[in-house]
């Protein structure tokens, strides 16, 4: 089955750039998602990016896919102390709604 | 819009009581998610349903665990009886038919002593 797989903690300077890392083995993906958690609630779907694509930006967040490689990014331009969450990268298949997280990649933001 | 409602926000039970987990998702959403978070394991997805049908229970642990879906606006996820280590935060998800994102509710901090 696919398994997917994340740097565990990443710390930053308020400002700088944050770039959470995230492989996946199935190729079947077709739907690659960035979620975020904040302490004490749920997962809220920051972004997401179709297989066909190498590049999505939304305001500060980029996506980087290298599908050959089955590497997904999510960089964070001019990190702020608000974004320190746990973020979490998805897979899911063309068909079918089940989704498979990460363990997640804690990010930290020293102001 | 609520959005995803869970109940109760935290329970503490003693070992070998029954739990019973709430969840109603948002209106007009057709897929519903029940996950389990701790640190050793993550996030799991123990079972969903589409149109209020079990599609995926393959994730539900062990036979102490069920999950029903009478109609479209509720579902539980019950555990009996609990044990220690089905201490976690469980956490519902709707999805629509369209589109691409699951709704998480503010999960369940369950705590079995």
């Known amino acids: 089955g696919e398994d997917v797989e994340q740097s565990l903690f990443l710390s930053v300077r308020e400002g700088d750039s944050s770039v959470i890392n995230c492989t996946y083995t199935d190729s ?21 990016i179709f297989s066909n694509m190498d590049m999505k930006q939304d305001q500060r967040l980029t996506v980087l ?5 089955k590497h997904l990014s999510l960089r964070i331009a001019d990190t702020q102390t608000g974004d320190s969450a746990i973020y979490f990268c998805a897979a899911k298949r063309e068909y079918g709604n089940k989704l498979v997280f990460g363990a997640g990649t804690i990010l930290r933001v020293k102001s | 819009d609520a959005g ?3 109940s109760p926000r935290h329970e503490v039970t003693e070992m070998g009581q029954e739990v019973t987990l709430r969840c109603k998702p948002i209106s007009g959403h057709n897929s519903l998610f029940w996950y389990r978070q701790t640190m050793m394991r993550g ?4 079972i ?10 393959s994730g539900m642990p062990e036979d102490r665990f069920s999950a029903k879906m009478p109609n479209a606006s509720f579902s539980t996820l019950k ?11 469980y956490f519902c998800a709707s999805a629509p038919s369209t589109g691409h994102e699951q709704f998480f509710g503010p999960g369940t901090r369950l705590t079995v002593l």
């Open chain 1, 28 to 48: 079947s993906s077709t739907y690659l998602y960035w979620y975020k958690q904040e302490p004490g609630a749920g997962l809220q779907l920051l972004t997401y």
């Open chain 1, 65 to 69: 896919l290298n599908k050959k490689d």
């Open chain 2, 4 to 6: 995803v409602i869970q």
């Open chain 2, 43 to 46: 996030l799991e997805l123990l």
């Open chain 2, 48 to 57: 969903y349903f589409n149109n209020n049908v079990p599609i995926d229970d």
């Open chain 2, 79 to 89: 555990i009996q009886p609990s044990e220690p280590r089905d201490s976690a935060v």
